[in-house]
């Protein structure tokens, strides 16, 4: 853990409002179930947002923040990410492993069934 705490004391200003603003508006937006759309937090970073977000995200570790694909992207956060963010380091490990879980098994289902 002492390696994340190093990871996320290195962290700048905007990308830990990227990783917060991410996790904020997921929780916001069905319970945890639903990514936020890019433009979503683009527009919560203010007049050049989509340039801001796009370099607070190509600062983080690899992977730590994800986009996924058009026609309508949304930025979510993987374990790295959802532990860096400042909630994560209330939180730990073993929660934030269990709801990635839960998010995966809820879209094997939705794909498969």
């Not at 050049?48 to 923040?65: I, N, S, T, Y």
């Amino acid at each position: 853990m002492a390696d994340v705490q190093k990871l996320r004391d290195g962290l700048t200003a905007d990308q830990r409002t990227l990783l917060d603003a991410i996790w904020m508006h997921c929780l916001s937006a069905g319970g945890g179930e639903n990514w936020p759309l890019a433009r979503t937090i683009h527009l919560s970073f203010g007049k050049d947002g989509k340039e801001r977000v796009q370099g607070a995200a190509a600062g983080l570790p690899p992977g730590a923040v994800f986009r996924t694909p058009e026609p309508e992207p949304r930025y979510g956060l993987s374990a790295l990410g959802l532990l860096l963010m400042t909630e994560g380091a209330k939180v730990g490990v073993k929660p934030i492993l269990s709801w990635q879980t839960r998010r995966l098994m809820l879209n094997i289902h939705a794909a498969f069934c």
